[in-house]
């Protein structure tokens, strides 16, 4: 990489001028056939990249998003991934994207890789740093450089730029509901993601469903296997539970394993809900009933407004998409 | 993004030379600290980015490495990212990543997107398409460009550049081995992602087990997950399978979920031995037996040969390296 020459050295060594490579290697009329042949033989013997940035100065486009997530091994993150991925190719644009592992400053350092002119716009999902912190003085840099930003799923509201998420209390409030027409009347709220947006946000929802219910609220919250494992089994045993409500999906596995492992059935002594619609919720056994983020489509959206932002196609106010969710009724909640 | 002012614009306000401007903003002590405080009070009021690609035309470092890998949905593809990212944060580097959804063109798409100044090396795992087509036309150009190239779990023997991967051939041929020695002697190869390396390289393992146990093969090849459930029910039927050895997660979930469902025991009736090592394995009811493909540990490997590639620590020739893998005990084979 060392080696690689540039426009002026090419002109140099053809004596004309930078332009004139230039306007050849993007085959301009304006150049001679003979001398494009000449620039581009030249070009390719001396091992010629174009620089991208020096393009970018040019037209200002890079025809790439970048994206920051927070995690990349959580099922959600992949199919959100793979609908920003998929929109993208749709519409003519390239993603890259960096994982921030929901550290703060390592989402600070890959807003400034992916802003120095290498991105049209950004697409972000906020680290749970971030989010417990409040401190977005590293979004606001993007919003002072005129960059695009879409936040999504986990988004602050107080930050201004468009964003797409799901109405994560109303969904919560609604599963807790579904739990209760079961004639659950002992519903835990079961987390592994404490201080993140989407958790705080379903908690209210839980806590609302049970306040109009006149029900009582008992929560666990881990951070390991064993804990949870451990927690869950107490309750059973003391009789506190007859239904989950997992905020995300390996808590709900977990506490489905901890459930059949103590002689329990799912859903006819336990049921449970969960949030996110991964592959072990679709395979374990028995299957899990969950709340669908629609992930896929919170990153197609979220992909497709940054375009339209970038082109132009939206109103100076910002958009904030919440998009409609639904229960995906499987074999861990009685059939309606 | 438009309107973001230039070094060139940011000395023509302030009348100085491109140069001051320049090294003002790095806090040269070659300029006065009166001209590099107007000059960085000019550039924050006009929204001036610092080009990355006109700094790294200077130091020709960017101290960052472009991962592309050919899908973000299977867990081994996530923990082997995972691996690459923790491993560079150690190391002082950052990663962007491109996913070329097994598609070669996007590969080659890829390929340039992070190939223009943007990184200093790439690290790649083969689409599956260059890997059915063995086309690697696009991978050339980046040795040509001099750019080093770490190529991990697909690889092509007939690329010239350090490799990581783990020995899939001899992993497929012990994991029949440990079905044969439970007495299975119907042992059915079953996979959803032919037409790659790893799969090529496993029925090889596996028909050459066979060929030493003198038994006879037997395959379940399959797109969907319901043509899957019908070959395994049917074998089974037939009495043709008492183990399965499964080329990836999710046929290995399928093969188990069929298996429990006509009414036969896991492992009694059946074993199973799977590759990688996902959420999914672990958590089944029952845990899958799995050769453990080391997804972090091949990721990690990758990131740091890359880094000493780039560092000029290594020698001319390349690596090749083998990972040894070894089998995690389960339930879904008898114990030892």
């Known amino acids: 990489m060392e080696n690689r020459v540039t426009l002026k050295e090419l002109s140099k060594l053809l004596n004309v001028s930078i332009s004139t490579v230039s306007k050849a290697l993007r085959d301009s009329p304006e150049i001679s056939p003979e001398t494009r042949k000449k620039v581009k033989e030249l070009a390719e013997l001396n091992q010629y990249v174009p620089n991208a940035l020096a393009q970018n100065l040019k037209n200002r486009k890079t025809k790439t998003i970048g994206v920051i997530i927070p995690s990349i091994l959580p099922h959600f993150f992949a199919k959100a991934l793979h609908g920003i991925e998929t929109k993208a190719a749709e519409l003519g644009y390239g993603i890259i994207i960096c994982i921030s592992n929901e550290s703060r400053e390592k989402e600070a350092e890959s807003i400034k890789r992916l802003m120095n002119g290498r991105v049209d716009g950004l697409i972000l999902s906020l680290s749970r740093e971030t989010q417990a912190s409040k401190d977005t003085s590293h979004i606001m840099d993007i919003l002072k450089y005129r960059i695009p930003l879409v936040l999504f799923d986990r988004v602050l509201e107080e930050i201004d730029c468009d964003k797409v998420s799901i109405n994560d209390a109303l969904q919560a409030e609604q599963a807790t509901i ?70 995300d999906e390996l808590s709900a596995i977990l506490a489905m394993k901890s459930i059949l492992k103590s002689g329990y059935r799912i859903p006819e002594d336990v049921a449970i809900i969960g949030f996110t619609n991964g592959s072990m919720s679709e395979h374990f056994v028995p299957s899990l009933t969950t709340v669908d983020q629609h992930a896929e489509e919170q990153g197609s959206l979220a992909l497709e407004t940054m375009v339209d932002r970038i082109e132009g196609k939206l109103p100076a106010d910002k958009l904030n998409y919440k998009l409609e969710t639904s229960i995906i009724q499987r074999d861990s909640t009685l059939p309606e």
Chains 1, 2 share one sequence.
């Open 178 to 247: 579904k739990l209760f027409q079961q004639s659950c009347r002992k519903i835990v709220y079961c987390t592994g993601i404490s201080n993140t947006s989407v958790d705080d946000q379903r908690k209210i929802g839980y806590l609302q469903a049970l306040e109009s219910l006149k029900l009582d609220s008992n929560f666990v919250e881990f951070d390991t296997p064993e804990v949870a494992s451990a927690a869950i089994q107490k309750l059973l045993k003391q009789d506190k539970m007859d239904a989950v409500l997992a905020s």
